[in-house]
């Protein structure tokens, strides 16, 4: 039998989901360079400068919900337009393998906008450097929750009218609903709890509480802590055993 | 020898409905089988159940012993499918899908560059290597397609109906290519070209309404129709009955009348006279097809006045 190379196996959907898609459409470049700072640059114009720090922070978060995002309507339209899942199941290839593949391939995606968010933070964000650890963290478990939530997706999808619907529908959830960028305070009260359902909301009060932005109590934050660990675990759990894979 | 077999096959999407009811059968997985049926027929269901893309709603299949249901990751490391309506993914080059799907099995990027280019060489399409997918022409595409499976290591291909929307050339040019395929894999496709089936298959099975009608080789199956000649009535007029034969009529209201050579050449005599549409001609697969497909109409359809 012959000896697979799980590297290649991991470097085929970066490839084909990032890579090429540079290489052969260069503006992907530019696109995937602007998209995180619309709501970057209005948030600190309109704070007069002092929202900048979290406006960064919450770009980056977001770039890591939008990776999620990206990622169902990639997988989507690959599987259902191409028909490229069922050549994938029909080979060695595992659901996993093609999973944890594609999610790089979102990172790879977002290297342009994240080495220009990451260059601003390192400038205007100061914290200690388990700080920046912490933020780093943080971002990485987004990243795991997103990515595991738009494979599923993607897998339940059959055509791209309901990929958009399920796009539109967590990209709502998780991207509008949380106060990302600016802090949670700024909500009126009934309206606060709201933005809980979202997952990002956690993540984001905790890094403005590392900021300093923010002054939540230690209990609080570790609260959030726990929310977002487990709603990655779960969500990621879910996805690599109910994403249609095989068909019944 | 390596043998595919299904036992009792069915699937059903929807309660009380079968797209496939216990289909059995067992072929040896060399060659060419192709599998021909109408659209929904269930070809794409039963290709999907056998390359573990769908599971079967009861029934066993195996390949080679490997059980289809529950050894599914033995027998992907040994298969490769093209589904139907599959496209080489339109941003890419052809070069750069085909090494894709190498890499995805786990070949690494260089061998993968060497296989793909093998394999274009062999079909002939190694000039369209660099262009991409989204601009080539449709048999190019498929090409394409078929390219990326054969350079892969697996030595069984599914191929649902391959040659579907390609003019009668680009056909002729893929029919080529899967002649060479089969001398080193077992290529299991689907087709409503009787004809595909004809000239490709060493093994033909006829799917209807879920159900396996008919399998076997193009010999085997001439064997259920009892008689060598058939005439194909192109109108729907009233049909005297033959005096050896059969006579079975199409959902289109044309019939076929199959028989002997000699009384095919009587009955073509008199439809001349009477200035009706017809042809006529030793049995091929699409006869048979309609043959098996459709039931012999009852005694009393015949026209009476005609007869005798
Ligand atoms: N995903 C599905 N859900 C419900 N019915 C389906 C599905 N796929 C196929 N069918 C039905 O099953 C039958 C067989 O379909 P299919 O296997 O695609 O036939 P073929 O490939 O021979 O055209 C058809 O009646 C079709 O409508
Ligand atoms: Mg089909």
């Not at chain 2, 049995?283 to 015949?302: A, Q």
Request: glycine share 6%; net charge positive.
């Amino acid at each position: 039998m012959l000896k697979r190379n799980r590297g290649s196996q991991l470097l085929a959907s970066i490839l084909v989901n990032a890579i090429y898609a540079m290489i052969n459409y260069p503006i992907v470049l530019i696109s995937t360079l602007l998209a995180p700072f619309s709501l970057l640059i209005v948030i600190t114009f309109v704070s007069h400068g002092t929202l900048l720090p979290v406006a960064i922070a919450g770009a980056l978060i977001m770039t890591m919900i939008a990776a999620g995002t990206s990622m169902q309507q990639d997988l989507s339209h690959l599987k259902n337009d191409f028909k490229l899942q069922d050549m994938i199941i029909s080979s060695p290839t595992s659901a996993v393998t093609y999973l944890v593949g594609m999610a790089l391939s979102e990172i790879v995606y977002s290297i342009p906008a994240l080495v220009v968010l990451v260059i601003l933070g390192a400038i205007y964000i100061s914290t200690t450097a388990i700080g920046y650890l912490a933020i780093a963290a943080v971002l990485g478990i987004m990243f795991v929750f997103a990515v595991s939530l738009g494979f599923l997706l993607s897998t339940l999808t059959s055509d791209v009218v309901q990929s958009w619907a399920f796009a539109g529908i967590v990209s709502t959830i998780l991207s509008a609903l949380p106060p990302v960028y600016y802090p949670i305070t700024y909500i009126p009260l009934p309206y606060q709890y709201l933005a809980y359902l979202s997952p990002a909301t956690y993540a984001a009060e905790i890094i403005q509480n590392i900021i300093g932005l923010t002054a939540f109590s230690g209990t609080t934050i570790l609260a959030d802590w726990i929310v977002i660990i487990a709603v990655a675990t779960a969500v990621s759990y879910i996805a690599i055993k109910k994403a249609r894979w095989r068909e019944n | 020898m390596k043998v595919l077999s299904c036992n009792n096959i069915s699937k059903s999407y929807e309660r009380g409905k079968y797209a496939l009811k216990d289909v059995k059968f067992s072929i040896p997985a060399k060659g060419i089988f192709a599998l021909i049926g109408r659209n929904g027929a269930g070809k794409t269901t039963l290709i999907r159940i056998l390359s573990t893309q769908l599971l079967p709603t009861s029934g066993r299949a195996t390949i080679d012993g490997i059980d289809v249901t529950r050894q599914e990751n033995r027998l992907r490391e040994i298969i490769a499918c093209v589904p139907q309506e599959a496209r080489a993914i339109g941003w890419l080059t052809a070069r750069q899908f085909i090494v894709s799907y190498l890499m995805w099995r786990g070949f690494s990027g260089s061998e993968a560059n060497k296989r793909a280019v093998a394999a274009a060489k062999k079909l002939r399409i190694e000039h369209y290597l660099d262009k991409q997918n989204q601009k080539l022409s449709g048999g190019t595409k498929r090409k394409v397609l078929v390219a990326t499976v054969m350079a892969s290591e697996a030595e069984i291909l599914f191929l649902d109906e391959p040659t579907t929307g390609l003019d009668p050339i680009s056909r002729d040019e893929l029919w080529g290519t899967l002649m060479t395929l089969k001398k080193d894999h077992f290529v299991f496709l689907t087709t409503h070209y009787l004809e595909e089936a004809e000239r490709l298959a060493d093994k033909i099975g006829i799917l209807d309404g879920g159900r396996l009608k008919a399998l076997g080789t193009l010999d085997e199956l001439r064997k259920k129709v009892k008689y060598p000649y058939c005439v194909k009535i192109l109108s729907d007029v009233k049909i005297e009955k033959p005096k050896v034969g059969e006579i079975v009529k199409g959902v289109d209201g044309h019939y076929q009348i199959v028989t002997t050579e000699h009384e095919a050449n009587r009955i073509s005599r008199k439809l001349i006279s009477k200035e009706v549409r017809f042809s006529m001609s030793p049995l091929t697969l699409d006869d048979i097809f309609y043959y098996i497909v459709k039931k012999p109409i009852e005694e009393e359809n015949y026209a009476e006045e005609e007869s005798r």
